[in-house]
């Protein structure tokens, strides 16, 4: 019910996972007659219908005139996670979502390779729930690896959009490591 008309992107689960949690939570309002309901079943239909799936590694047009492509790789976080990487002719901007690197937490093994030598990296999700600590410290190393990839091989920058918290220091802290 809004005037947007933009693309939307997702992987398959994803997709199905959204298509889920919104016909379940129409049906908790429905039976709640004290709420008005924001939106019926054809309207989550018209949303999951707009949604262009792709899978990993698959790469979509943008924008062809400018040439803007935009790709899914695997977080190994959760079922359908995706990193994303969003190219022109002459930027490579990585979007580091919700990653793990511990190798059995999920079928679909972080792809670390495809954020590789981005112009720009951004990190908006640091959090701690690895399986273990050496998964943990696993993990920052292999995004101070990414993040210092960035930065030495391209003169890139990173961008961490995340309010300082004990993971957000252990990262700065293996970062400084990887730096020397």
């Keep these: 019910r809004t ?14 996972y959204a298509k889920a949690q919104l016909e379940e939570l129409l049906q908790q309002l429905e039976t ?5 309901t924001l939106y019926t079943a054809n309207h989550i239909q018209q949303s999951i ?13 943008l924008d062809t005139a400018c040439r803007i492509t935009v790709t899914p790789t695997s977080s190994g976080y959760c079922l ?9 002719d002459n930027l490579r901007i990585g979007y580091l979502a919700a990653s793990c690197t511990y190798p059995t937490r999920h079928p679909k093994e972080f792809d670390s390779a495809a954020l590789m030598h981005c112009d720009i990296l951004i990190v908006p ?6 399986v273990t600590p050496t998964a943990t410290q696993s993990a920052l190393r292999d995004t101070a690896q990414l993040m210092f990839n960035t930065i ?5 920058s990173v961008i961490v959009p995340s309010t300082v918290n004990s993971t957000m220091l252990d990262l700065l802290d293996e970062t400084i490591d990887v730096f020397k």
């Design 3 to 16: 005037n947007f008309h933009g693309s939307v992107y997702a992987t398959e689960p994803v997709k199905q």
């Design 32 to 36: 709640d007659s004290s709420s008005s």
């Design 49 to 61: 219908r707009t949604i262009t799936t792709l899978a990993f590694n698959e790469q979509a047009d």
């Design 80 to 88: 359908g996670g995706a990193n994303w990487l969003i190219e022109t």
């Design 125 to 130: 999700d640091l959090n701690n729930d690895a």
């Design 152 to 156: 030495q091989s391209t003169g890139g």
